[in-house]
């Protein structure tokens, strides 16, 4: 029967070698499901949230395994297809996102996580996924998923990193660029991979801003120039046509709630109308003064069901604001249950 120490040695063997194993009798071959699944049940119950966290010597071997990557082979028919490169690297550095509410979830993943009758469902159902679909192997990196799924809350995202290394060496220039909405990491690193020389940052959440400090501090061992400033995007505005490429994902409206900070654009700009005319539109044009002539405009946003008109939306204001819509092309995003893809638009812009 497995016992608290085996699955734990088990847990900590796949962290510290960031690779998920086919499960081996000696620790899930028994009879007692139920003793099976309380154990884990326990053992997460102590140990807490199983957090991305990438052991330091790791943490530039993942960096280095995007950096060889050859991100040209992921666009194909107007579509970014995505890979997991990086992806595990940044959330190491924002453990915080389990606090945040998002869409139509009236609680945070860790709420839903601290409540025992939904985790044992959650474990339970993770066992019987892995074991159809998993090669008989259980995981923290499933057992994530499934909270997203079965815990019946959203989640917040990251941009891959290898799609941002793609748009940057593209669209980039292998100059400036702006990320108007740092979040999560994965533009950094994209960008930190990328042949572009300098990134320029604004996010206002403290506990995000901190993390991205963190962050290139730790990953920037060839000294690119990275800058960043804890500001909403409406708030800093560039040097006059000193950019070459403004490219983010914005908040939708309030859809993601990173923070209880008033400097959040939710918070200052309370209703679709403010936020669109003061928020959204603020951040366009200080993109339009700080790029340079012919410089691109990229925005990943996409209607939602509170927000049903955004995209038309981000395209009028950026037209009232000097730019041009060039072209749309689209980000390929696998669902969380696992079933098939789902796209978003990314809108590029020119002055």
Not at 125 to 150: C, E, M, V
Not at 301 to 312: H, P, S, V
Request: hydrophobic share 30%; proline share 3%; charged share 25%.
């Amino acid at each position: 029967m497995i016992n608290y120490e085996s699955y734990s040695k088990f847990i900590e063997h796949n962290e510290l070698d960031l690779e998920y194993h086919r499960v081996t009798q000696d620790v899930f071959g028994n009879q007692d499901l139920d003793s099976t699944l309380e154990t884990i049940f326990q053992y997460h119950r102590k140990k807490g949230f199983p957090h991305y966290d990438i052991p330091t010597h790791k943490r530039l071997q993942q960096f280095k395994s995007l950096q060889k990557f050859d991100e040209q082979t992921l666009f194909k028919d107007g579509k970014i297809d995505q890979t997991m490169h990086g992806l595990s690297l940044a959330w190491t550095y924002f453990p915080h996102w389990v606090d945040v509410i998002c869409g139509s979830s009236k609680l945070s993943p860790i709420e839903y996580w601290n409540n025992d009758d939904k985790l044992k469902e959650i474990i339970r159902k993770t066992w019987d996924w892995q074991l159809k679909h998993g090669n008989g192997s259980f995981t923290l990196n499933r057992l994530r998923q499934n909270l997203k799924i079965y815990g019946g809350n959203q989640s917040v995202s990251n941009f891959r990193p290898s799609a941002a290394k793609y748009i940057y060496n593209t669209y980039g220039n292998q100059g400036v660029v702006w990320d108007m909405s740092c979040g999560w990491g994965g533009r950094m690193i994209g960008f930190l991979s990328s042949e572009c020389k300098k990134y320029i940052g604004t996010e206002p959440s403290s506990k995000t801003f901190n993390g991205l400090e963190r962050l290139n501090n730790d990953i920037n061992t060839i000294g690119k120039e990275v800058e960043l400033h804890q500001l909403g995007s409406e708030v800093f505005r560039p040097e006059k046509e000193s950019v070459d490429l403004c490219f983010t994902s914005p908040p939708y409206f309030d859809t993601e709630k990173y923070s209880d900070e008033e400097t959040q654009s939710y918070k200052k700009y309370p209703t679709e109308d403010t936020w669109i005319n003061g928020f959204l539109k603020d951040t366009i044009s200080n993109c339009h003064y700080g790029l340079k002539n012919g410089g691109k405009m990229m925005l990943n946003i996409a209607n939602t069901t509170k927000y049903k008109t955004i995209e038309d939306d981000t395209i009028r204001l950026s037209n009232e604001c000097g730019f041009k819509h060039i072209d749309t092309i689209y980000l390929i995003l696998s669902s969380v249950s696992g079933k098939g893809e789902k796209l978003e638009p990314i809108f590029i812009f020119e002055k």
